[in-house]
């Protein structure tokens, strides 16, 4: 039996491309397009997988520092430019960190379990690349706890998992997990090479490892990590249509072109209390497995994974979490090639976020979109083979320093 009153869908998924360094168009000191561009093209292609636009009721921007990065607040009002019939219909706009996209996918689930709504538009969106490094660290660090910041390193949140894997380092090896690492990461760029919207689609480094495995520079960086354990600065925009039955045929899409939503989790943690345990990713597991719970599903009833991959260590440790290696497995599990496009698990095919990059308040929405993708066939030169045994996708969305999650498992149909 469901755990949902009723079938719930995700459709029409599509993400921009994301944009920064990286990217051979990307000119940091020409002018560059702002949110309405992101938001229209992601919307507008969304909208276009579908025979009937107007059959959206209600719309959900998720967004992290729009009003720092952008100086631009008020996220709803932007939810009318995408389409006419839009205009006067009710929206919302979403912030958890890195996990808005996440937290606004949960928002348009409920809204369509209550009945409130048969079809709701969810789409992320972030434009970073507005300002220095150092300063967008300084607004990137507003995921973390203010007076925590304080005391931090000068780019917070690398000096966050900077610490997290220095942890791991001491207690399950330094080689062992670094390797681990690095092979995240050049997973990650591979994968990045078969998806032309992605920041590292042209990255042509022969041996990633070795690149990967870059000694860190606490003068000028951080004490465990280096830039290649980091993800990208990006500007960029996803949206996806959260539907119930009668919303895809209102919509006029078939099933076939959808995705059942049949497990969610959500957890919060307190963002005033350190982290007891460095090596664990416990909000994470907790969010999983509660979409494991509900799906009646359990991590070898996955085909294929969506890993909030902040940075490489977090990569390590969300294998870890959703169950698919044990504690302090996740190092070996990866370098022994588990997680690639061929392996047990494919992992972040389209990139993550160290690969397409990681437009904040877009990234748990593309996601998202990436899982939908690979479910329907629809994932071009980044596609793998879904073992139809494991018909079954797991994304977990994550804000912070694993404070915020919403973890959800799509179902492929028939």
Not at 196 to 204: D, L, V, Y
Request: hydrophobic fraction near 35%; glycine fraction near 12%; aromatic fraction near 10%.
């Amino acid at each position: 039996m469901s755990f949902f009153r009723k079938p719930i869908y995700a459709t029409a998924g599509y993400y921009t491309v994301s944009m920064g360094q990286g990217r051979k168009e990307f000119n940091p000191k020409g002018e560059r397009p702002g949110l309405e561009y992101y938001i229209k093209e992601a919307g507008e292609g969304t909208l276009k997988q579908v025979k009937n636009p107007e059959a959206i009721d209600e719309g959900v921007i998720t967004n992290f520092m729009m009003a720092r990065y952008n100086h631009q607040g008020n996220r709803p009002g932007f939810f009318p430019m995408i389409h006419p019939s839009f205009r006067y219909k009710p929206a919302t706009g979403v912030e958890g960190a890195c996990d808005s996209g996440g937290l606004g996918l949960a928002l348009a689930l409920k809204s369509v379990l209550s009945d409130l709504s048969d079809a709701v538009l969810v789409l992320g969106v972030e434009v970073m690349t507005t300002v220095k490094a150092v300063y967008g660290a300084d607004y990137l660090a507003g995921a973390g706890y203010y007076k925590e910041r304080k005391l931090g390193h000068a780019h917070f949140f690398p000096g966050q998992f900077s610490n997290r894997a220095g942890v791991c380092f001491e207690k399950f090896g330094q080689e062992r997990i670094k390797a681990g690492m690095a092979h995240w990461f050049a997973q990650a760029v591979e994968n990045a090479r078969k998806n032309p919207k992605a920041q590292e689609h042209t990255n042509t480094v022969q041996d990633l490892v070795a690149l990967g495995m870059t000694a860190p520079n606490p003068k000028t960086f951080c004490d465990n990590i280096s830039v290649y354990d980091c993800s990208k600065v990006s500007d960029g925009a996803a949206s996806l249509i959260i539907a119930s039955e009668e919303g895809l045929k209102k919509l006029g899409v078939s099933k076939k072109d959808a995705v059942e939503i049949v497990g969610y989790g959500q957890t919060e943690d307190d963002i005033t209390n350190a982290q007891p345990d460095k090596t664990r990713m416990v909000a994470s597991q907790k969010a999983a497995q509660t979409a494991y719970d509900r799906a009646g599903l359990t991590p070898k009833d996955i085909g294929v994974f969506e890993a909030h991959d902040c940075f490489s260590i977090a990569g390590l440790l969300m294998v870890e979490a959703a169950g698919f290696a044990g504690y302090g497995e996740g190092a070996d599990f990866i370098k022994e090639g588990k997680t690639r496009r061929d392996g047990l698990i494919p992992t972040n095919t389209g990139g993550g976020l160290i690969g397409y990059g990681h437009p904040v308040g877009a990234s748990g929405v593309r996601q998202a979109v990436d899982l939908y993708l690979q479910l329907t066939g629809k994932a071009g030169d980044h596609q793998v083979k879904v073992d139809p045994k494991r018909p079954h996708g797991l994304f977990i969305s994550m804000g912070g320093n694993d404070i915020t999650v919403v973890s959800m498992i799509f179902r492929k149909n028939d």
